[in-house]
């Protein structure tokens, strides 16, 4: 059975920090490319952040670029968001998201709001 469970969210003030944790089962986790998405309220979701399988490859959105950093362990089958300099724009529900070819995996999302 797939499972990713993110965890670490909640509530941070605008300039704090938080990191994502997603924890990985059920599936081959060093085959797949990870991704971190996010909602905001009424709005569609959006890619942040992609890590390649081995690691060796990231790339971001360009409104995080700088302040998140993503990265992976694979012998822990957990990948990771750092969210830096949090602006209330970040406000959102951040999902893990597995995916390989035709195979695509979601995690049940974890909310950041980023309020003072």
């Known amino acids: 059975q797939v499972q990713l469970v993110e965890s670490g969210g909640g509530l941070v003030q605008p300039g704090g920090s938080l990191r994502l944790s997603c924890a990985a089962s059920?599936?081959?986790?060093?085959?797949?490319?990870m991704n971190w998405y996010r909602q905001a309220p009424g709005k569609e979701r959006e890619l942040v952040a992609a890590?390649?399988?081995?690691?060796?490859?990231?790339n971001y959105a360009g409104s995080v670029k700088g302040r998140f950093t993503i990265s992976r362990d694979n012998a822990k089958n957990t990948v990771y968001l750092q969210m830096n300099s949090l602006k209330p724009e970040d406000t959102a529900v951040y999902y893990c998201?597995?995916?390989?070819?035709?195979?695509?995996?979601w995690g049940q999302g974890t909310q950041v709001p980023v309020s003072s």
């Open positions: 998201n597995a995916k390989r070819q035709l195979l695509n995996y």
């Open positions: 059920g599936f081959t986790f060093s085959s797949y490319t």
């Open positions: 890590i390649s399988s081995a690691g060796g490859s990231t």
